[in-house]
């Protein structure tokens, strides 16, 4: 398929050379017509699929920048090139800051517009691509602090990874975060740098934005920063999430605790949740809470996984009490062995790496297991006769398919 090209100038003449090149290429479809910034906007809104704009910079340098802000902003499906006959280091900076993928002075070199053209359209391939192999994203759930959330997406993390499988975990709980201190990790780069860079996105540029663990685990970070988190929206979640999903075999995610756009998102587009919660009268009444949320929504049951954290033996609380206070069945109970789990955090391994004889550590790689083997059996019903998926959140965002 040929891919779309607008041209976008106050100078119909600028641009002139640039589009006589590109018709003659079969790989493309440029715009007949140069677009100026107005009428350059609406006509893009009007595309769904991957669309390459060129802005001119030679007219208007400002009213350049400001339609390549707003396509930025609004119209995630459009890749940004600029161009100026000026190759001005501080031009060029802007641009990149502005969301341009390349930038090509003027007079063109054919050549190397070519070759920018040609990356573009490769890495619109990687985002586009769903193979057959697509990774699993598990959503690590609760709504309540305190219950061991980030403990059991970072060892459940290292149990798959101890089973040979490639894995990313990623932290979403974005203002304060926690992963990185759990595994005592200094990450160079977050997921700030990701979102800022979305349209760049390459097997090389994503592997050094993920700090390696020496357990094996890649680990996209929180911000740096608190207030940063507020400048990633949900659309930025949903294609990382969609590409690191083409690199790993699983991502674990870690999720917020509040209920919002992204973690709506997340839980959407998951194909596994692990809830997790403690058997005690606040934590299963804060539990059963979120279990009529997500009734509410549609959450598809059949993903939801109640996970009993730190869990001692009582004949006053039972796993089947908590079964019937929940209405959902249990899938994994993980011992309460507080000085093993506090030693691996200090020391900033896995619970697996800090004592692999423990009662926890190998009730998480039993967790392991058993998550396998449900995707195991999910893909074989999946094989026999697909499976029809609830709307999730439909008042709130489209569903996205089937699930995996």
Request: charged residues 25%; contains cysteine.
């Amino acid at each position: 398929m040929k891919l779309p090209i607008c041209l976008i100038s106050e100078d119909n003449k600028a641009l002139g050379e640039l589009k006589q090149q590109l018709e003659r290429e079969a790989a493309y479809a440029v715009e007949s017509k140069v677009y100026g910034y107005g009428a350059a906007f609406d006509w893009l809104r009007g595309k769904s699929g991957p669309v390459v704009a060129v802005v001119d910079l030679s007219r208007d340098p400002e009213g350049a920048f400001a339609i390549a802000a707003e396509i930025k902003l609004k119209l995630s499906n459009v890749r940004l090139v600029m161009t100026s006959p000026s190759g001005n280091p501080d031009a060029i900076l802007r641009a990149m800051r502005s969301g341009a993928e390349e930038f090509f002075t003027q007079p063109f070199d054919w050549a190397e517009v070519l070759k920018s053209l040609d990356g573009i359209r490769n890495k619109i391939d990687l985002h586009t691509s769903r193979t057959a192999d697509r990774g699993q994203i598990i959503a690590v759930s609760s709504n309540k602090g305190g219950v061991g959330s980030t403990t059991v997406a970072t060892n459940l993390a290292a149990s798959l990874v101890a089973h040979k499988k490639s894995v990313c975990l990623v932290d979403l709980v974005l203002q304060f975060g926690s992963v990185t201190s759990f595994l005592n990790l200094e990450a160079s780069y977050t997921i700030l740098d990701l979102v800022k860079n979305l349209k760049k996105i390459d097997p090389m540029f994503l592997d050094g934005s993920l700090v390696k663990h020496a357990s094996g685990i890649r680990v996209l970070a929180e911000p740096f920063y608190a207030e940063d988190a507020r400048r990633i929206t949900a659309a930025d979640i949903d294609e990382i999430l969609e590409v690191l999903s083409q690199f790993f075999d699983y991502v674990v995610v870690d999720t917020p605790k509040e209920f919002d756009d992204i973690l709506a998102l997340v839980l959407d587009k998951a194909n596994m949740i692990l809830f997790v919660t403690e058997m005690d009268v606040p934590s299963l009444k804060s539990a059963h809470r979120a279990f009529e949320l997500f009734n509410r929504m549609g959450i598809y049951e059949k993903k939801i996984r109640l996970v009993l954290n730190r869990y001692i033996k009582s004949k006053l609380m039972s796993p089947e009490s908590a079964e019937k206070a929940l209405g959902a069945k249990v899938f994994w109970t993980l011992p309460n062995n507080y000085p093993t789990a506090i030693a691996a955090v200090n020391q900033g391994l896995s619970i697996q790496e800090c004592d692999p004889r423990s009662d926890i550590a190998r009730s998480y790689s039993g967790l392991a297991d058993a998550v396998l083997e449900s995707f195991s059996i999910a893909g074989a019903t999946r094989r026999d006769g697909v499976e029809k998926r609830v709307g999730l959140l439909n008042r709130l965002m489209p569903v996205r398919g089937l699930l995996k």
